[in-house]
């Protein structure tokens, strides 16, 4: 028979009839609990067993040095490089992370969200959050100090760290312009987010600064994933005639458009010049090596945790958003348009 599970905080909120908050808040002391509800949450924390976690509050600080970082996955080296900046800086500051993937499900990442309202840390780091809105009141409820990184989507007043987007996709865009391309299409992120929005802009003013007229039917949505760049790609190079030049808003789905490229016959940069956005390690796998925007992602990471550590040291401070800089990585995968056909007239 195997062993019967420690109870969470979830399991005495639904045997009183509470939320996990309002336990929270009867575990933590606070007097904005009415006396009944109080007697009930005790009640219930006795019949199920459940034991808090005194780790924060046993200590002289009434700190426990633990930061909670809830990602998606860590299957992207964008994710994991985040998460190597987080771990490198928190543990220079003598900080512990517990970390979390929520994976698609957006009601687990509320979840472990909440999970982690207990006292068990310090604060938070929610990397791309989907709910953004929804943590507010509920993390000011708790005053448990959060940092988003790479998130601007909707409104959401929690401090945050991201890199300049719209002006990276500028960068890209103009690029590909100055070159001689007038046919550009464009594979956005997932368009629910900051990032996936702010590329987009920027892709828009560089053509409109250029006088270029923006064509919606080169732009294509993706979702930062390689397949969502080949499949798009797959759409756009069927267009007669096909774009000349596509600047996709991630590396993984400028990988998907070389795929799509080579099946479709075109050399890159020859016949077909691609420019990313991330500039990850595994771009410089990639044949020709990739044009891309350079994301201080790495550095998000280690922003977030001392942004986060100034929050913990001053509570009432405002709630800033940090941009990092992003710069342009010029590789092989770029070339004037007819790049190919000049250099046979030439050989």
């Not at 410089?284 to 891309?292: A, D, F, K």
Request: net charge negative; hydrophobic share 40%; glycine share 8%.
């Amino acid at each position: 028979m195997p062993p019967r599970s420690q109870p969470l905080l979830a399991d005495v909120a639904k045997h009183a009839g509470v939320s996990t908050m309002t336990v929270s808040r009867v575990l933590n002391g606070s007097d904005t609990v009415s006396v009944k509800t109080r007697a009930r949450v005790l009640e219930a924390i006795e019949q199920v067993g459940y034991v808090p976690n005194m780790l924060a509050r046993s200590l002289a600080s009434g700190r426990s040095r633990l930061i909670g970082l809830v990602v998606w996955e860590l299957t992207s080296s964008y994710f994991t490089e985040i998460v190597r900046g987080v771990c490198q800086e928190a543990d220079a500051s003598g900080f512990h992370t517990v970390l979390h993937t929520s994976g698609p499900n957006q009601d687990r990442e509320l979840g472990l969200v909440s999970s982690m309202l207990g006292g068990l840390v310090d604060g938070l780091l929610l990397v791309l959050p989907r709910n953004g809105e929804r943590y507010v009141e509920l993390l000011q409820t708790e005053q448990l100090p959060c940092v988003l990184i790479d998130n601007r989507a909707l409104r959401a007043d929690l401090p945050t760290v991201q890199a300049t987007n719209e002006a990276g996709a500028f960068a890209a865009t103009q690029h590909l312009i100055e070159l001689g391309h007038r046919r550009i299409a464009c594979i956005t992120g997932n368009m629910q987010f900051g990032c996936g929005l702010q590329r987009l802009d920027g892709y828009r003013r560089a053509l409109e600064e250029a006088g270029i007229p923006f064509d919606p039917a080169l732009v294509r949505h993706g979702d930062f994933s390689q397949p969502a760049g080949y499949a798009c790609a797959q759409e756009l190079l069927a267009l007669s005639p096909h774009p000349t030049a596509i600047f996709a808003s991630s590396d993984p789905m400028a990988m998907g458009v070389y795929t799509a490229a080579y099946e479709a016959g075109l050399s890159v940069p020859d016949q077909l010049s691609v420019v990313g956005f991330n500039d990850t390690p595994e771009v410089l796998q990639m044949r020709p090596r990739l044009t891309t925007v350079h994301q201080p992602i790495f550095e998000m990471g280690s922003e977030a945790v001392r942004l986060l550590q100034n929050l913990l040291d001053a509570p009432a401070a405002s709630t800033p958003i940090v941009e990092l800089q992003t710069h342009l990585v010029m590789r092989q995968s770029t070339a004037a348009p007819g790049h190919g056909q000049r250099r046979l007239a030439l050989s």
